[in-house]
C-alpha cells in the first residue's frame, strides 16, 4: 500500500471525501469526542470508508477517535489477506481489531446466505464496540446499496424503507452511521481501480447469488428506460407525497 501521489487519484479521493464530510455535517454523524469503529471488510467500500474517516478526522472541526475492525467468518469460504488490512490500518494511524465468527445457516434456513453472514459478523461488531466503548459504528454501504435495499424491501416485503444515515441501536447507546450513503458505486469503483486495492484472495460462493445481484439487473434495465433512474429512485426517498399515496381503511 501506498500513499496518493497520482494527481488523478488525488482528485477522485477528494471527490469522494467532499461527499463524506457533507453527509457527516448534514446528517451530525460525528459529534466532538465519538470514539468510531469501522466495520472493514476488506472490500473496495469499507476500505474507502475507513481512508476517507481517516482524511476527515484532519479537516472537520471536531475531534473523534477512529478504530477498525475485521470479522472472517471462518466457515464460509472467502478469505482475506488480513495482513494487508493491517498495514493499510497502520499506514493511517488507525487501531485494527480482528475476530473470528463462525456463521451457522441452519438456524435461519429461509433466510439469504449473506443475511445470515452478514448479521453473524455485525454482532461481533457491536460486541466490540460495547468492549472498547466506540458509541458510533461505521458501515460502507453507498448511493447504489440504498436503492438496492428500497427495491428489495418493495419488491420482497412490500415496505418503503431503505437505510437511513444514522440509526439510534441499543436505547441511543450506540449509533450506526453511513458516512459514503451520497457516493455513487462507480466513483467507489473508479477510486479502488485508480488505488489498486487487493481483491480477496478468495471470493464468496454466495455473493453472485443475492437479490442484491438481481437488483443490479433491475437497475441496469431501469437505466435504459432512463438515464437518471438510480438519482431519482434515491431521490424519491425524501421526496414522499404521502396525500397522494393508497391507504388502507381504517
Known amino acids: 500500500m501506498t500513499r496518493i501521489t497520482d494527481i488523478k487519484t488525488r482528485k477522485q479521493f477528494d471527490k469522494i471525501c467532499k461527499k463524506v464530510g457533507k453527509t457527516i455535517y448534514d446528517f451530525n454523524l460525528i459529534d466532538n469526542e ?12 469499507s476500505m474507502i470508508l475507513l481512508e476517507a474517516l481517516a482524511d476527515r478526522k484532519k479537516h472537520i472541526p471536531v475531534s473523534f477517535e477512529l478504530y477498525a475492525i475485521h470479522v472472517s467468518a471462518i466457515n464460509v469460504g472467502y478469505k482475506v489477506d488480513t495482513d494487508y488490512l493491517v498495514g493499510f490500518c497502520n499506514e493511517l494511524n488507525v487501531k485494527l481489531f480482528l475476530e473470528e465468527t463462525e456463521v451457522d445457516f441452519t438456524r ?3 433466510k439469504q446466505p449473506c443475511f445470515i453472514c452478514s ?7 457491536f460486541e466490540k464496540a460495547k468492549e472498547i466503548n466506540c458509541n458510533k459504528i461505521a458501515l460502507g454501504h ?9 427495491l428489495m424491501n418493495m419488491i420482497y416485503h412490500g415496505s418503503y424503507s431503505s437505510l437511513p444515515q444514522k ?4 436505547g441511543g447507546h450506540t449509533s450506526l452511521i453511513r458516512p459514503l450513503l451520497m457516493v455513487p458505486e462507480k466513483e467507489l469503483a473508479l477510486y479502488a481501480s485508480l488505488r489498486e486495492f487487493k481483491e480477496h484472495e478468495k471470493s464468496c460462493p454466495y455473493e453472485d447469488s443475492t437479490k442484491r445481484y438481481d437488483m443490479e439487473n ?8 432512463n438515464k437518471d433512474a438510480r438519482k431519482n429512485l434515491f431521490r424519491s426517498m425524501d421526496n414522499i407525497y404521502s396525500e397522494y399515496l393508497p391507504r388502507r381503511k381504517g
Open 108 to 110: 435461519k434456513p429461509e
Open 142 to 150: 453507498h448511493f447504489d446499496d440504498a436503492i438496492k435495499t428500497m
Open 119 to 125: 448479521w453473524a459478523r455485525r454482532k461481533k461488531i
Open 218 to 225: 433491475l437497475l441496469e434495465f431501469l437505466e435504459k428506460l
Open 34 to 45: 465519538d470514539r468510531v469503529l469501522v466495520g472493514l471488510s476488506g472490500g473496495k467500500d
Open 167 to 170: 440509526l439510534s441501536m441499543f
